[in-house]
């Protein structure tokens, strides 16, 4: 049966396949399709919910013969809706959450579909952890295959840097390994090169002592202080040692009892803590923030999953959402007189503008040693606008985009792929820089000459095949 023919008895053909399935009219479709961003309504022909590797393998194969487009349902985090394609097969990872640690050799096996939640909560019980994902529904798969920013990543780098081995089902229904030793070319792009090259059936991450307690939480600062207090965080950050973790938004303060009346509903800044060392140092190692006299200083040691929840209720699944990222050298006064004036002046108050400092682990480690790049860059800054309103769509984009073109000449002209927003080829292969979309082109060549996984920021392949398995 062809893609665009009947669809009604696509389940009964799914050979080898254990899982369940879900077609539209079933209890549960609308459920199982829906994703993070609410602007996304896609509606799969079938939704395969896999258990295991050979159940993402049958799917493939299936999808391969049947002429289906394919997407890959890891945790639905995308704002692009990547996960979810319209009358085509969603293989579902939600069913792999396989998880085991071994605290000797301080490894984890993490099934394909966990979320960050979840894997917080299996490495926390033996005091370890690995750089994951501000928002615990997150998703393993799409983060780490991105790279995998979160707030040890100046101690621990990101999460791709502690990838040891994933286990892949490749577009042609295989199941192989791929590591430093084993498939090492498919192995480096699939560190920051996102879900093009195959779908990761199990993460083998190396994890690192952490908590359970650590000292974190939250500072907050009136909007109308915005350049004073992005200038005072660059130069902090600037000399912070890799122990301190932070990162910076320009926020609304929420309607919440925690917050002082006078404030709810104004501009405010927020930086989030996160220290990797002795919690007894954290105060000393936040001094320079705490002086500058927050109007709320909500830090001190807490269990590190407690940290992970911070930004939870600020991001609810559902409403719309327009992203974009970019990269940038150095924020010097002009750049951040620039972003602060906007920045506090949101069209909505969900909406957050993050400033993330590089440095530390995650800039020690060899540019060429896997796809992801930017090792030197020294912000990351998220344009995150979100909004319940659809006919405030246009108003929202419009803000996100001006705010984020006034910030261009001080970009790097790279962006981060996980912040991104569907922007096209260009923005993809300019994050990568020419000499490694050019060799990740040639990857994908090998091992998905047809693109079968172009449901993302696409990596088309190479035209010629260079390169062999
Ligand atoms: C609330 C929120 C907080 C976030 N915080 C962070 C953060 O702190 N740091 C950060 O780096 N990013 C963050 N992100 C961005 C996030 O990393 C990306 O959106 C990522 O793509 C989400 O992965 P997912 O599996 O949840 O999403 P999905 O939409 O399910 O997948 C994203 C892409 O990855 C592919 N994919 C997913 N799983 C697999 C797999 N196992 N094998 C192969 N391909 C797969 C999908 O096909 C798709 O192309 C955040 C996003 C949200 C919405």
């Known amino acids: 049966m062809a893609a665009g023919g009947d669809m009604s008895d696509l389940k009964t053909e799914l050979t080898g396949f254990t899982g369940t399935t879900l077609q539209p009219?079933?209890?549960?479709?609308?459920?199982?399709?829906?994703?993070?961003?609410?602007?996304?309504?896609?509606?799969?022909?079938?939704?395969?919910?896999?258990?295991?590797?050979?159940?993402?393998?049958?799917?493939?194969?299936?999808?391969?013969?049947?002429?289906?487009?394919?997407?890959?349902?890891?945790?639905?985090?995308?704002?692009?809706?990547?996960?979810?394609?319209?009358?085509?097969?969603?293989?579902?990872?939600?069913?792999?959450?396989?998880?085991?640690?071994?605290?000797?050799?301080?490894?984890?096996?993490?099934?394909?579909?966990?979320?960050?939640?979840?894997?917080?909560?299996?490495?926390?019980?033996?005091?370890?952890?690995?750089?994951?994902?501000?928002?615990?529904?997150?998703?393993?798969?799409?983060?780490?295959?991105?790279?995998?920013?979160?707030?040890?990543?100046?101690?621990?780098?990101?999460?791709?840097?502690?990838?040891?081995?994933?286990?892949?089902?490749?577009?042609?229904?295989?199941?192989?390994?791929?590591?430093?030793?084993e498939n090492a070319d498919l192995f480096w792009a699939l560190r920051g090169g996102g879900g093009n090259f195959g779908i990761v059936t199990t993460f083998t991450l190396r994890l690192h002592p952490l908590g359970p307690i650590v000292y974190g939480g939250m500072l907050v600062y009136p909007g109308l202080r915005g350049a004073e207090v992005l200038k005072a965080y660059r130069d902090f950050t600037a000399s912070a040692p890799d122990e301190v973790g932070s990162g910076l938004a320009f926020i609304t303060?929420?309607?919440?009892?925690?917050?002082?009346?006078?404030?709810?509903?104004?501009?405010?800044?927020?930086?989030?803590c996160c220290y990797t060392g002795d919690p007894a140092d954290g105060p000393a190692a936040y001094q320079a923030l705490i002086d500058l006299g927050p109007a709320m200083a909500m830090v001190q040691p807490m269990p590190y999953v407690a940290v992970q929840q911070l930004i939870e209720p600020a991001n609810p699944k559902g409403r719309l959402n327009y992203w974009t990222a970019d990269f940038y050298s150095a924020l010097p006064d002009e750049a951040c007189d620039t972003l602060a004036a906007q920045a506090t002046r949101p069209v909505s108050p969900y909406t957050q503008i993050i400033v993330v400092p590089g440095g530390g682990a995650l800039s020690r480690v060899p540019d060429a040693s896997m796809a992801f790049g930017s090792r030197d860059a020294a912000f990351n800054i998220h344009y995150l606008s979100m909004w319940e309103d659809p006919a405030e769509t246009a108003r929202n984009t419009d803000y996100t985009r001006d705010l984020a073109g006034s910030m261009k000449p001080w970009s790097t002209g790279t962006a981060y792929l996980n912040f991104l927003g569907d922007e096209g080829r260009g923005r993809v292969e300019a994050s990568f820089g020419p000499e490694k979309f050019a060799r990740l082109q040639q990857i994908k060549a090998v091992w998905d000459p047809d693109n079968l996984f172009h449901v993302n920021q696409n990596i088309p392949p190479a035209p010629t095949l260079p390169l062999q398995r």
């Open 253 to 272: 303060a929420p309607h919440e009892e925690f917050v002082p009346e006078p404030a709810r509903g104004h501009p405010a800044i927020g930086i989030i």
């Open 25 to 181: 009219g079933d209890a549960g479709y609308d459920e199982a399709r829906a994703v993070f961003n609410g602007l996304i309504d896609r509606k799969p022909a079938l939704i395969a919910r896999c258990t295991s590797a050979a159940d993402v393998a049958a799917a493939v194969r299936f999808g391969r013969a049947e002429g289906l487009e394919i997407s890959v349902y890891g945790g639905g985090h995308s704002v692009t809706g990547a996960a979810v394609c319209d009358q085509g097969l969603c293989i579902d990872l939600r069913g792999l959450k396989a998880t085991s640690v071994d605290p000797a050799a301080r490894l984890l096996r993490a099934g394909g579909g966990l979320t960050w939640g979840e894997l917080d909560a299996a490495t926390q019980e033996h005091g370890l952890a690995v750089t994951g994902g501000r928002v615990p529904t997150t998703g393993v798969g799409g983060l780490s295959l991105g790279s995998g920013s979160g707030w040890l990543e100046r101690a621990f780098g990101f999460t791709c840097d502690n990838l040891v081995e994933v286990e892949v089902v490749t577009a042609a229904g295989e199941i192989v390994t791929a590591s430093e030793t």
